[in-house]
């Protein structure tokens, strides 16, 4: 798994001169380091990778001068940088709290918090396909929806799609005309006015009324997706009857975890089940550059009731907390690295209050499981049942709370 424990960021202003230029070139190239060893190892991974920038520049490439602070990004090379709460192993005797360095696991476990503040379970080999409502929203219903699960703009009425387009040129055509009468006739511009006003209203109506409509065929459509995803894990199973899965229900669609063997992000039959389950794209993307899969345990801070009641902020402080003692190149640097040393306090704080909040929101909940197997098989692997017992406890999958 790619999740380092140190990070650092390294800047140096640079020189340059051109055979066609004496006149210098200034540069100042930033690179952020990673170790899993210590702070230390990740600077001097920092100014390696900076080094290795300046030596491209000077041979004429066009460089990225400086990197940007993106925790999700796997196209840039740079790890996912988020913080790391505990890390855990599998073993036939359960589950193991502790440094993954000392011991050797074929299941790892690192839990982390992401940019926002939640809890995140990365898991090495226990396979977790998560799929948006947006993504099962365009393969239900092709036609009503795009691939980012937006509706179609004629799909209320498909007899009539032009149909207020239609009303609207009509409208047009009955101004210019109005208009032109009171202007050959002299009358007064309060009837124009009056009638703009009529006519407004009644479009507004019009549109609130399709809104409405439009609205209930979503809510409706999204109902439906659960028989949906229930049907195609059935049919996988009665297709692959050595395969058996656990479907959880999240906030934004839905939660899928194979419970028959272990897996890794870049196996054939992991491709495959992600392209069947219509998987999010983006969490593909991820857990492929991670070599992990991830499971969000905590609720999303702006889904919380104490964000809206003003208990807790929507956003956490100090996200880039990482980077308040490395080395700066100028006053401005120097005084945005107080100013993050000052609010890592207050990061202490907000996480305290969010971790007590977020007991009140599960973040999936559990429907059901499903085996090609008779209804009395068992797990192959104890250390999946483990994770699964562990990850149902993390995100209160039984009780009944509120999805966030």
């Known amino acids: ?68 602070r993106e925790e999700y990004n796997d196209s840039n090379g740079i790890p996912i940088r988020e913080e790391i709460i505990s890390e855990h192993g599998f073993s036939e005797n359960g589950l193991i709290e502790g440094n993954l360095e000392n011991r050797l696991f074929d299941t790892q476990l690192i839990v982390t918090r992401n940019s926002y503040g939640a809890k995140v379970a990365n898991v090495n080999n226990i396979a977790i396909i998560d799929v948006d409502h947006d993504d099962l929203l365009h393969q239900k219903f092709p036609d009503s929806y795009d691939k980012q699960g937006f509706m179609g703009i004629s799909i209320i009425d498909k007899s009539q799609p032009s149909s207020m387009k239609i009303k609207v040129w009509s409208f047009v055509l009955v101004f210019i005309l109005i208009a032109s009468s009171i202007a050959w006739l002299g009358l007064s511009w309060f009837w124009l006015l009056v009638i703009m006003v009529v006519v407004t209203a009644y479009l507004w109506q019009q549109a609130s009324k399709r ?69 999010d794209a983006n969490y593909v993307r991820l857990c492929q550059a991670q070599q992990c899969f991830r499971a969000r345990l905590t609720a999303k801070p702006w889904r919380m009731s104490e964000v809206e009641n003003n208990k807790l902020a929507k956003d956490i402080p100090a996200k880039d907390f990482w980077f308040a003692n490395d080395n700066a190149v100028d006053n401005k640097d120097l005084q945005q690295s107080k100013e993050l040393a000052l609010d890592k306090e207050s990061r202490k704080q907000w996480i305290t209050y969010y971790d007590e909040y977020a007991k009140n929101y599960q973040a999936c909940r559990y429907i059901e499981s499903f085996s090609g197997f008779n209804t009395d098989h068992q797990l192959k692997h104890n250390v999946i049942q483990t994770f699964i017992d562990w990850h149902d406890s993390a995100c209160q999958a039984d009780k009944e709370l509120q999805l966030a």
């Not at 600077?43 to 004429?60: F, I, Q, T």
């Not at 194979?258 to 219509?278: I, R």
Request: hydrophobic share 40%.
């Open 211 to 279: 809104d409405k409509v439009r609205a209930q065929k979503r809510a409706d459509d999204l109902a439906s997706l659960s028989l949906f995803i229930k049907d195609l894990i059935q049919k996988r199973v009665a297709s692959h009857p050595k395969e058996s899965f656990r479907l959880y229900e999240t906030p934004a669609g839905f939660r899928i975890i194979a419970t028959h063997d272990t897996a890794v992000p870049n196996d054939d039959l992991v491709t495959q089940w992600f392209a069947y389950f219509h998987a």
């Open 1 to 68: 798994m790619l999740i380092p424990k140190y990070w650092a960021q390294y800047k140096q202003r640079f020189d340059s001169k051109t055979e066609f230029n004496e006149s210098p070139k200034q540069a100042t190239i930033k690179r952020y380091g990673w170790s899993d060893t210590s702070q230390e190892a990740a600077l001097v991974h920092a100014k390696e990778r900076v080094a290795n920038a300046h030596s491209r520049w000077l041979a004429g490439e066009d460089i990225v001068r400086r990197e940007r």
